[in-house]
């Protein structure tokens, strides 16, 4: 089992950056891939950004690109996501999530939150204007 302890949100301006951490405990997670989603309210949940077990791959959804940077450090057991530019349309929970590789045929299946094995709690982000 891996449980994963989101950190890092808050209530801050528009234009601002933030950086959220995914803490994992229970097993490392350096053969896991790794992703960002987050749910606004009265939304469902959609895919921000993930990358691979070696960090070597990253992907972003087109809302968050060039905005938002992912990364881990296998070391620590946790990966990070470097928020800026926010605007209020990025209000919302943030949960980090792990997936075996081998569930992920492609990158692309990255973006599908049913592909994933283990989520964290969520941490909220509300950017006002």
């Known amino acids: 089992q891996v449980q994963l302890v989101e950190s890092g949100g808050g209530l801050v301006q528009a234009g601002v950056s933030l950086r959220l951490s995914c803490a994992a405990s229970?097993?490392?997670?350096?053969?896991?891939?790794m992703g960002w989603f987050r749910q606004a309210p009265g939304k469902g949940r959609e895919f921000v950004a993930a990358?691979?077990?070696?960090?070597?791959?990253?992907l972003y959804a087109d809302s968050v690109k060039g905005r938002f940077t992912i990364s881990r450090d296998n070391a620590k057991n946790t990966v990070y996501l470097q928020m800026s530019g926010l605007n209020p349309e990025d209000t919302a929970v943030y949960y980090c999530?792990?997936?075996?590789?081998?569930?992920?045929?492609?990158?692309?299946?990255?973006?599908?939150?049913?592909?994933?094995?283990?989520w964290g709690q969520g941490t909220q982000v509300t950017v006002s204007s």
């Open positions: 990358i691979s077990w070696s960090g070597s791959r990253t």
């Open positions: 229970g097993r490392a997670i350096s053969t896991y891939d």
């Open positions: 999530a792990a997936v075996q590789p081998i569930r992920v045929v492609a990158v692309t299946g990255w973006t599908d939150d049913g592909n994933y094995d283990y």
